[in-house]
């Protein structure tokens, strides 16, 4: 009954106000991600990735410096290895690796800024190209 009722009102807000579920969502957000490293990809994204509201609070009151913790290279291949990665190194990350060819980002997206993941894949491509 719940889930009915749960279903029904997605709907009508899916209706209304042009809202997604998860899988619509990450199927539009899926990056092409051929071609690229994927350890520096997920080094990049660590990097560019907003520190939780709690370590934001702690740098605007000077009680902590939160940083930019880098990856090593064999934190970074494991994370890849795992696939899908939702926190690393304390830093939200919410994003799913496809083998070589595709990333999926909408959270990455959601969470850090709309287009965050794409600008930095096309950063990499960008330096891949300029070598």
């Not at 709907?11 to 106000?17: D, G």
């Not at 795992?82 to 799913?96: D, S, T």
């Not at 980002?105 to 930095?120: M, P």
Request: hydrophobic share 40%; charged share 30%.
């Amino acid at each position: 009954m719940h889930k009915k009722i749960a279903f029904i009102i997605f709907s009508i807000m899916s209706i209304t106000f042009g809202i997604k579920s998860a899988e619509e969502s990450s199927a539009e957000e899926s990056i092409d991600i051929s071609g690229l490293n994927k350890k520096e990809l997920v080094k990049e994204l660590h990097k560019n990735a907003r520190p939780p509201e709690l370590d934001i609070i702690q740098l605007v009151l000077g009680t902590s410096n939160p940083g930019v913790v880098d990856l090593s290279d064999e934190e970074a291949e494991a994370a890849v290895y795992q696939g899908k990665i939702e926190y690393l190194k304390g830093r939200p990350m919410k994003i799913e690796i496809f083998g070589d060819k595709l990333l999926d980002a909408w959270l990455y997206n959601r969470e850090h800024g709309e287009g965050a993941a794409e600008a930095i894949v096309q950063r990499l491509r960008n330096k891949a190209n300029n070598k």
